[in-house]
Structures are given as structure tokens and as C-alpha cells.
């Protein structure tokens, strides 16, 4: 018998609300599909057992960033302004360097939600190509707008603040922090296309293999909320709600195969020792994938 080994245990304060927790996972379900959907040739390719693009990419800043949403339902904005950054890397073979805006998007993309209430998956990616979004890195970090919210704790003990209630939404301002050497307008990164994969396991893995980092929209459920370390796979708990995170690869653990995600609850949260990132069980369900 194969033994899937999980270690779970608190993360969040023993006061924080359910509600809290819930807050946190801002990706709103859709029913219509505003991306077409590319499919890969997978006959012919060859798909290594294990792949992880911190370390294919090593020299792209981006991919090594754990970022925090702080007290804000806005998992759907760093889930996408993460990867759209590795991918600029990337795509560049890493010449340009940038940390796409998760404020930016978070604020002013009217089309994608209600910013820290919750957002789409697949529309930041049209506001990308349609609109631009400017640079902007962490909490008082770099760029044009800088994330505008504080970190929190979203696992004890840690270095911040209880999370608590979620934080209004910051107001949208088309502008860069003052001292900053552009404008708002000239600092915007645009994307050039923007599509959706099929939820088939090779068609996503070749998909990270030609371009990189993508973005996934799951199901959390409070068994994730208490994930440690170890191979994560749903077993016990109640439906929290809709999380968006960057996948970075996959791998096999124990004979489990694994998706790798980094989730934006800073890097203290889940798999501190191994890589502050989660190992999410292949087969959960994936209601999105889009890149």
C-alpha cells in the first residue's frame, strides 16, 4: 500500500475566522469562456518526470518571489501579474526583468471583479493585452505602484500582524509613486496574446515546458488551509472557496505525482522547509488553467 505522507498542522492564528480564511480566496467562478482554448501536439513530445522553472530559469528574479496578498481577496491578480512576469522573463530569455503590478491590477481592472472581493481568472489576461499594467513589486517594494496593503500572517508564528478582516479595496491611481522615473503610461507592460489550456495533465505540462509559469484557479478546502508539507491531496473538510495560484512544474514524491504551485501568503505559509511552495496532488480538481 503507497503511504501519501502530509503533515498538517495550524497555520492561522487560533482566533482567526472562517470568514477570514475565506475572504482570502478571492477567484470567482465563471460560466462563460472569454479565452480560446490552445491545444498543444503532444505526439512526439517528451515530458521529464520532473521540471520546475526556478530552476530552469534560475536567472529570472520573478520566479523565485513569494508575494502576499495580505488581508485582500485578490489571489486572482497575483496569480496572473506572477506569472505574466516569468513570462516576460522568459520570453526575453532573461533580459527584461520586471515585477508586474498585482496593485494595479488588483485596483483598476473594472472588467475582472471587485478587486479585494474577488476576481476572474481569465480576465486580468485581457486587460493585459487590451490595457497594460504597470510594474510594481511587494508591500513598499519597487516599481510604479508597489503593492499597496501590508502582509499578514497566514501562518504562526510569523513576522506580521494577524490578517483579520479583509481591507477595502485601494482606489485605482494612474500613476507611479513619486520619484519613480516614468510615467504611468510609459511604465505598462502589454501582453500579446492570451488563451486557455485544456485541464489534461500533458497539454498543461508542455505548455509550462515552451513558455513557463502559468496560472491555475483551484478548490481550497480547510485541509489545505492546515497543509504543512508533503504531497497535498483534498481528503477531509469543509469548501472554503476559489483560490488562483502560479504553477511552476510537477514532480513525483513517494510515487505521487505532484503540480508545484506558489500560493501569496508569504513565504512563511505551507512548505516552509522544503521550498515555501505547495505540492498539490496531480489530480485535484483544477477548474481553470490559463495562461
Request: proline content about 5%.
Amino acid at each position: 500500500m503507497l503511504m501519501i505522507l502530509v503533515k498538517a498542522g495550524r497555520n492561522f492564528a487560533e482566533d482567526t475566522s472562517l470568514e477570514s480564511i475565506k475572504n482570502l480566496c478571492g477567484l470567482i467562478k465563471e460560466n462563460r469562456d472569454d479565452l480560446p482554448t490552445r491545444y498543444h501536439e503532444t505526439e512526439g513530445v517528451e515530458i521529464p518526470e520532473s521540471y520546475d522553472v526556478r530552476e530552469e530559469w534560475s536567472q529570472c528574479k520573478s520566479v523565485h518571489v513569494i508575494r502576499d496578498q495580505g488581508a485582500c481577496g485578490s489571489c486572482w491578480a497575483h496569480g496572473a501579474v506572477e506569472a505574466m512576469s516569468d513570462r516576460i522573463c522568459i520570453a526575453s530569455k532573461g533580459k527584461i526583468q520586471v515585477e508586474v503590478s498585482a496593485q494595479d491590477l488588483t485596483s483598476c481592472c473594472e472588467i475582472c471583479g471587485a478587486g479585494c472581493g474577488g476576481g476572474s481568472l481569465k480576465r486580468p489576461w485581457k486587460y493585459w493585452i487590451d490595457t497594460g499594467i504597470v510594474s510594481g513589486g511587494q508591500y513598499l517594494g519597487e516599481g510604479c505602484r508597489p503593492y499597496a496593503l501590508p502582509p499578514c500572517n497566514h501562518r504562526i508564528p510569523g513576522p506580521y500582524k494577524p490578517c483579520g478582516k479583509y481591507l477595502p479595496t485601494p482606489p485605482c491611481k494612474k500613476e507611479c509613486v513619486p520619484g519613480y522615473n516614468k510615467t504611468y503610461n510609459e511604465d505598462k507592460s502589454y501582453g500579446k496574446n492570451a488563451y486557455s489550456i485544456p485541464q489534461d495533465e500533458k497539454q498543461i505540462q508542455i505548455e509550462i515546458l515552451k513558455h513557463g509559469s502559468i496560472e491555475a484557479g483551484l478548490d481550497v478546502y480547510m485541509d489545505m488551509v492546515n497543509y504543512k508539507s508533503g504531497v497535498y491531496k483534498h481528503h477531509s473538510g469543509k469548501l472554503v472557496g476559489g483560490h488562483a495560484v502560479k504553477m511552476i512544474g510537477w514532480g513525483v514524491e513517494n510515487g505521487v505525482k505532484y503540480w508545484l504551485i506558489a500560493n501569496s501568503w508569504n513565504p512563511t505559509w505551507g512548505d516552509k522547509g522544503k521550498s515555501t511552495h505547495t505540492h498539490l496532488y496531480i489530480n485535484n480538481k483544477l477548474y481553470f488553467n490559463i495562461f
